[in-house]
């Protein structure tokens, strides 16, 4: 039985993998800021709920009193707006929670980790390419690449793999308020302006949740034991 954390595990992507560990007989503990929401993922499954803020030092290493074997850094927000109107606060937090969150993540998931474990971060297309109106959060996500990318090769010798599973559009509360923000800024009704968001899938459609799990389970998987560095793109050919 592996020991697995997911932050930001009080909702969609995340809850969907830990509920998806949990199934397969897997130790999971889910972490994000909101116990309630926490308890509603677990409903009854057994995992353990620890409320962390991904950009708290003291809280983040307080998640790591017992080692992990597969470390899944999902937590992430993603406010939407052209870069003329983005606010230095705006911007600072999304590096805040997207990156440093994850760096923090991975450095303390590092201290006892041994031998087959398995970083993992939720990335996204916006880590691979540019995309108009939501600067800090492509920033942050090709910045969780970069790190991705280089922690890989640090940790290869100890037979730790690090790598980044990189969505486009799925279908979760973020989504829906991109989805919002394209109705307000461009007063368009929903339809249409999940349209153009979901535009940049050449399969015209939401990605799932559980299309996501998928690329993280394998990379959880003895199957992937050689996999490391590598940015999964799920995104119908988006990318
Ligand atoms: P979501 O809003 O349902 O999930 C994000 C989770 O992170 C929430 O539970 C939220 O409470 C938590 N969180 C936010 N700030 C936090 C903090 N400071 N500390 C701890 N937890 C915090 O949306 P989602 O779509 O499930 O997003 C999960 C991840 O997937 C994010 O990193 C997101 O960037 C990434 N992603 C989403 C999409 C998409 O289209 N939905 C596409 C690509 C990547």
Redesign the pocket.
């Known amino acids: 039985m592996r020991r697995v954390l997911v932050?930001?595990g009080?909702?969609?992507?995340?809850r969907a993998i830990a509920r998806d560990f949990a199934a397969a007989g897997d130790q999971v503990v889910i972490s994000?800021?909101r116990l309630d929401?926490l308890e509603e993922t677990d409903d009854g499954r057994g995992m353990e709920c620890r409320v962390a803020?991904?950009?708290d030092e003291a809280q983040v290493a307080a998640l790591f009193d017992k080692p992990f074997d597969v470390v899944v850094a999902?937590?992430?927000?993603?406010p939407g707006g052209p870069v003329a109107k983005t606010t230095l606060e705006a911007w600072e937090q999304t590096l805040r929670?997207?990156m440093t969150?994850v760096f923090l993540t991975f450095r303390e998931a590092l201290r006892e980790m041994g031998s087959g474990g398995r970083l993992i971060a939720?990335a996204?297309t916006a880590s691979l390419q540019g995309g108009a109106n939501i600067a800090p959060y492509v920033a942050s996500k090709h910045g969780v690449l970069g790190l991705v990318r280089s922690l890989a090769i640090e940790v290869a010798r100890q037979g730790i793999t690090c790598n980044a599973v990189c969505?486009?559009?799925?279908d979760?509360?973020?989504?829906q308020n991109a989805v919002q923000n394209v109705m307000n800024r461009m007063n368009l009704d929903y339809d249409t302006a999940a349209s153009k968001l979901v535009g940049r899938n050449p399969m015209k459609r939401m990605i799932t949740p559980d299309e996501v799990v998928a690329a993280v389970r394998f990379l959880a998987s003895e199957d992937a034991t050689m996999i490391n560095g590598h940015a999964l793109s799920v995104s119908g050919g988006e990318i």
């Open positions: 932050t930001g009080g909702s969609g992507i995340g994000g800021r929401a803020d991904v950009t999902n937590a992430g927000i993603a929670v997207n969150g939720m996204s969505p486009g559009f799925v979760t509360e973020i989504a």
